[in-house]
């Protein structure tokens, strides 16, 4: 049996004084295989990231190594100074972040910097590093390596952007790989495409990979080792296959119990209530100042979409990013204008409204945004963020305040959170908390874009069970936006599929799961990471 390439020991990170515990890993032991590709999981404040940067030397300054080492190469790298890292970095140990459009330099072609991994270790003439870079561009399946390279970060879309950072961290072929969450902000088949990249490039190489996920579909697909950790401490590992069907700790259990099923449940369609949202013709075209290589293009976002949502029913959009689904979302709710077409809310032409009628008007139908820590204002407390619509539509202070703590109440909330800031509450709650404003508008239809798509399995789970109570209780329509199939199947009662602007096939959830029609939707399915992996230990 071949030796480890990475050794961690014991490994503790401090957390600074104040915060809620005192370390952020905690007594870390694992071993890193060369050739395997080891799965770190857990939820949100786990440790599994940091462990990462302590693997990369790329620690906060804000904590601190208080035990422990990492071995690698002979070497312990939590001793090394800065100038021993840049040595190694890159070299020996690379990695790719989760969102490649902020790990890129936007103002530098791609090439420059897949070329710039040569420059910084003094490596190749430039001549050589120009043509290593397309080499690299084509190994990792960009499209036209020799103008792609040439093309900026934004002229990229996102998994072309994750290829171009694996092509940095490939660069100088390194014996570890570090993936810290690469494929969460993608769709499902370009997320399919990026692991079977990662999979042929490490069984190619012979890489040791360390894998950060929070997603049990991704690790049944490409992990030889799985690690679950849960507070800055390893609860369990082992064999991929041991883990997941087979596992120990009553934690990992409890993720795996919270995955949701590709299997939706047979539910009863919704025929009697009333329509709350009917979408006809709907169409929305951008024309754009320079493509890939600088040539005009006209888009067509969205094209003669139409579809009735009715009263106590989710509708999902699904597809792949750009099949118009968000703008879809952004049409109906009036956040753009379209080209043609209508949006009804009951009997009311909501696009033919003036600026004074659809102000009064566009409480009835709200949206639940996907970045609960981007969408509240940090400024303001809770009780005045969720309170704040209704008083601007002429509800006195008093009653919007009481019913804002109602709402707390409502999605899961103590009356406590009201006098506090956002900043003082996890993913998951803030998502509660962002749903409790749009209720505050008493609206009849919701609008979830990818409202859940941020959050940890667990969690995920619980703001999808508020939402479905939510609309039992109140009768709320809601229109349902993800790329995430198995959310989609856990939630929605039918599914209309968007392909590059259109929608293929609508039916009811599980009877498009069960027998998807368009070859697309076919597609989708096959896509899924873990598709075969049941939700749950068998």
């Given at each position: ?18 915060a ?7 007594d ?82 791609i ?5 710039e ?86 069984a ?7 894998f ?37 700790a ?35 075209t ?8 600088g ?89 005045q ?5 209704p ?56 609008v ?30 809601m ?13 929605c ?8 602007g ?7 959830t ?29």
């Amino acid at each position: 049996m071949s030796e480890p390439i990475v050794r961690i020991r014991n490994l503790t990170l401090a957390l600074p004084r104040g915060a809620d515990r005192p370390h952020a890993v905690e007594d870390l032991s694992l071993d890193l295989m060369p050739g395997k590709i080891l799965c770190v999981v857990g939820e949100s404040g786990s440790g599994k990231s940091m462990s990462a940067y302590a693997l990369t030397g790329l620690l906060p300054e804000a904590l601190a190594v208080a035990g422990g080492e990492i071995r690698f190469e002979g070497r312990d790298l939590l001793r090394l100074d800065e100038r021993a890292w840049r040595d190694i970095r890159g070299r020996r140990i690379a990695m790719i972040f989760q969102e490649p459009m902020t790990a890129l330099n936007p103002v530098m072609r791609i090439g420059d910097q897949i070329a710039e991994m040569f420059e910084a270790h003094d490596l190749l003439t430039p001549r050589e590093r120009r043509e290593r870079a397309v080499a690299l561009a084509g190994e990792v399946g960009l499209p036209n390596p020799e103008q792609i390279v040439r093309s900026y970060p934004h002229q990229l879309s996102g998994g072309q952007r994750q290829r171009a950072m694996i092509a940095m961290a490939l660069a100088l072929e390194p014996a570890v790989l570090v993936a810290d969450e690469p494929t969460t902000a993608l769709d499902v088949t370009t997320q399919a495409q990026i692991l079977k990249l990662v999979r042929d490039l490490q069984a190619r190489r012979g890489m040791a990979v360390l894998f950060i996920t929070h997603d049990f579909g991704v690790v049944a697909d490409i992990a030889d080792h799985v690690a679950v950790l849960q507070r800055g401490r390893l609860v369990e590992s082992g064999p991929a296959e041991t883990v997941l069907r087979r596992p120990q700790a009553a934690y990992t259990r409890a993720l795996l119990a919270a995955v949701p099923s590709l299997t939706p449940p047979e539910r009863a369609p919704v025929t009697g209530a009333p329509v709350a949202l009917a979408v006809a013709g709907l169409a929305k075209t951008y024309a754009t100042a320079g493509g890939l290589f600088g040539k005009p293009r006209v888009v067509a976002a969205v094209k003669d979409v139409g579809f009735d949502l009715r009263r106590g029913e989710t509708l999902g959009l699904v597809g792949e990013s750009g099949s118009g689904k968000s703008t879809t979302a952004r049409l109906a709710i009036r956040l753009i204008e379209p080209d043609r077409g209508t949006v009804r809310l009951g009997s009311l032409d909501f696009t033919a409204l003036g600026p004074t009628r659809l102000r009064d008007e566009r409480r009835r139908i709200q949206m639940i945004f996907q970045d609960p820590f981007a969408s509240l204002n940090p400024r303001r407390t809770v009780e005045q963020i969720i309170a704040g619509g209704p008083i601007a539509h002429g509800t006195p202070s008093r009653r919007a305040k009481a019913r804002a703590r109602e709402l707390l109440d409502l999605v899961g909330l103590p009356p406590t959170a009201a006098e506090r800031y956002p900043n003082a509450f996890s993913g998951g709650q803030r998502q509660r908390i962002g749903i409790a404003r749009a209720l505050a508008m008493e609206p009849d239809v919701l609008v979830a874009d990818e409202a859940v798509s941020a959050l940890d399995v667990s969690v995920q789970a619980q703001v999808l069970a508020l939402l479905e109570d939510l609309k039992t209780r109140l009768g709320i329509a809601m229109l349902f936006i993800t790329h995430d199939l198995r959310v989609a199947a856990t939630i929605c009662d039918r599914i209309a599929v968007m392909h590059r602007g259109e929608i293929v096939e609508t039916n009811r959830t599980a009877a498009l799961f069960r027998a998807p029609e368009h070859p697309y939707t076919q597609s989708l399915l096959a896509a899924v990471p873990g598709a075969s992996f049941a939700a749950g230990p068998a």
